[in-house]
């Protein structure tokens, strides 16, 4: 099944039609693996027009999965009360629609490349270093700390699924530039306060 299949199976029709528990997602999910689980809590975040209210809760979630990736865990464990929460994705038809459009377009570009950098331990622990720092920065309640480290995770991870290296390293990439933009905004914030925010913004989009 593909990926963008998997997340409609998932999200299409939630509990009560309304939301889903993320047990829910684990028991639904046809691969029981950490690169589903980071693509599935990181694509709301993700999306070029990203989903209000997921980063700070999903970040934690993938903070606890980038943790158990760099010890060396081979299947994924969450806690009962974060198996337990409800997401309310499935009340939104549109994001979901979004959703499934942004995956269907990047399956055109996973294939299996330079599977070699999972199998080594500094690499793949380098990798999930990288989404502990990304999901880190996704909690920052804070504008523009959440959707450029979220798709770093979210290519990280399909590159886990496919053993796509190239994807991961992209999203590697990705992620440092989150993480440049995060601090960016966090030292603005120390300096000018919320207008520093708007600075930041404003140079983004003059370099656009």
Same mark, same amino acid.
């Given at each position: 099944?593909?990926?963008? =299949? &998997?997340? @409609? $199976?998932?999200?299409?029709? +939630? %509990?009560?039609?309304?939301?889903?528990?993320?047990?829910?997602? !684990?028991?639904?999910?046809?691969?029981? *693996?950490?690169?589903?689980?980071?693509? #599935?809590?990181?694509?709301?975040?993700?999306?070029?027009?990203?989903?209000?209210?997921?980063?700070?809760?999903?970040?934690?979630?993938?903070?606890?999965?980038?943790?158990?990736?760099?010890? *060396?865990? =081979?299947?994924?464990?969450?806690?009962?009360?974060?198996?337990?929460?409800?997401? *309310?994705? *499935?009340?939104?038809?549109?994001?979901?629609? @979004?959703?499934?459009? /942004?995956?269907? #377009?990047? %399956?055109?570009?996973?294939?299996?490349?330079?599977?070699?950098? /999972? &199998? &080594?331990?500094?690499?793949?622990?380098?990798?999930?270093?990288?989404?502990?720092?990304?999901? +880190?920065?996704?909690?920052?309640?804070?504008? !523009?700390? &959440?959707? @450029?480290?979220?798709?770093?995770?979210?290519?990280?991870?399909?590159?886990?699924? %496919?053993?796509?290296?190239?994807? $991961?390293?992209?999203?590697?990439?990705?992620?440092?530039?989150?993480?440049?933009? $995060?601090?960016?905004?966090?030292?603005?914030?120390?300096?000018?306060?919320? =207008?520093? #925010? %708007? !600075?930041?913004?404003?140079? #983004?989009k003059s370099i656009l």
């Amino acid at each position: 099944m593909k990926l963008s =299949e &998997n997340v @409609t $199976s998932i999200f299409a029709a +939630g %509990e009560d039609g309304a939301v889903v528990s993320v047990q829910t997602i !684990l028991d639904r999910v046809s691969v029981k *693996g950490f690169g589903i689980l980071l693509v #599935i809590f990181a694509i709301p975040s993700a999306m070029p027009l990203p989903a209000p209210g997921y980063s700070t809760p999903f970040g934690f979630i993938l903070v606890l999965l980038g943790v158990q990736l760099f010890k *060396g865990r =081979e299947y994924p464990w969450l806690p009962q009360k974060v198996l337990d929460r409800k997401v *309310g994705i *499935g009340e939104k038809p549109r994001l979901i629609k @979004t959703m499934i459009f /942004f995956l269907r #377009i990047l %399956e055109f570009f996973i294939r299996p490349r330079l599977g070699f950098m /999972f &199998n &080594n331990t500094l690499a793949f622990r380098f990798l999930a270093t990288i989404v502990i720092l990304c999901a +880190g920065s996704m909690i920052i309640p804070i504008p !523009l700390t &959440n959707t @450029t480290p979220a798709f770093g995770i979210f290519l990280i991870g399909l590159g886990m699924l %496919e053993e796509d290296g190239l994807m $991961s390293i992209g999203g590697v990439l990705a992620s440092l530039v989150g993480l440049a933009l $995060s601090a960016t905004v966090l030292i603005a914030l120390v300096f000018f306060g919320w =207008e520093g #925010i %708007e !600075l930041v913004r404003d140079a #983004i989009k003059s370099i656009l």
